[in-house]
């Protein structure tokens, strides 16, 4: 059964403290792997598309890596304006996306 | 980057009413849309999928009659929730995708609806 599992489910850092987050997954042929950040109240903003294993992508304090099973967001010298909920998802099929529950980022100044 | 517009943001009503809630994408074409639900504390739950021109299929538990999903152009699907009942209160976010460009989904701020 294909699954995505994300973890921690919270982390709480001190501004500055680096750190990164799991995705773990099982999917037959993977199709894409997804990286998205979402505010309370608001709908997921897109950070990250990863394809194929051994692949990295960076955006400011954030790079995404990705194995054959697992994908991670690194977060280096995080600010508190980095707090967020950042969600992973694997393509389906060409049309719908698997999601994990998320992980709670808490940056504290 | 790619913008999608969901409106409204959010709306309070009386049991028993039906709500209209529209997901537009404003730079690209969608040749798909996505419904998804959310509960507090909890990751997005798909509830439908549509192609423009198509009937909208839906996930395994969700009801078609209820809520209703209409995709009749590239740039627009609306989601109406039939007689809403407080169980019906959640919050309701939509996502576009063009499958020809083989972009990834872009989300609308999604909807709160509560249902008294």
């Known amino acids: 059964e294909d699954q995505v599992t994300q973890s921690p489910e919270a982390l709480r850092l001190q501004e500055g403290e680096s750190s990164s987050l799991n995705c773990s997954y099982t999917?037959?042929?993977?199709?894409?792997l997804f990286w998205y950040r979402q505010d309370p109240g608001k709908g997921p903003e897109f950070l990250f598309t990863?394809?194929?294993?051994?692949e990295e992508k960076e955006k400011e304090r954030l790079k995404a890596t990705l194995t054959k099973k697992e994908s991670f967001l690194h977060i280096t010298a995080p600010k508190p304006e980095d707090s967020a909920t950042y969600l992973c998802?694997?393509?389906?099929?060409?049309?719908?996306?698997?999601w994990g529950a998320g992980t709670k980022l808490i940056i504290k100044p | 980057g790619a913008v999608v517009s969901q409106h409204p943001s959010r709306v309070i009503c009386k049991s028993g009413t039906s709500v209209k809630i529209e997901c537009r994408s404003l730079?690209?074409?969608?040749?798909?849309m996505f419904w998804y639900r959310q509960f507090p504390k909890q990751s997005l739950m798909l509830m439908a999928t549509?192609?423009?021109?198509?009937?909208?299929?839906?996930e395994q538990g969700v009801e078609k009659d209820k809520f209703l999903i209409n995709h009749a152009s590239l740039t627009l699907s609306t989601l109406t929730v039939t007689s809403a009942h407080p169980e019906d209160s959640s919050f309701y976010i939509c996502?576009?995708?063009?499958?020809?460009?083989?972009?990834?989904?872009?989300f609308g701020d999604g909807t709160r609806l509560s249902i008294l």
């Open positions: 996502s576009a995708r063009d499958l020809t460009s083989n972009q990834p989904q872009h």
């Open positions: 730079d690209f074409q969608a040749t798909t």
């Open positions: 549509s192609n423009e021109g198509s009937k909208a299929t839906y």
């Open positions: 999917v037959s042929g993977l199709r894409g």
């Open positions: 990863l394809y194929s294993a051994g």
């Open positions: 998802a694997v393509n389906r099929n060409d049309y719908q996306l698997i």
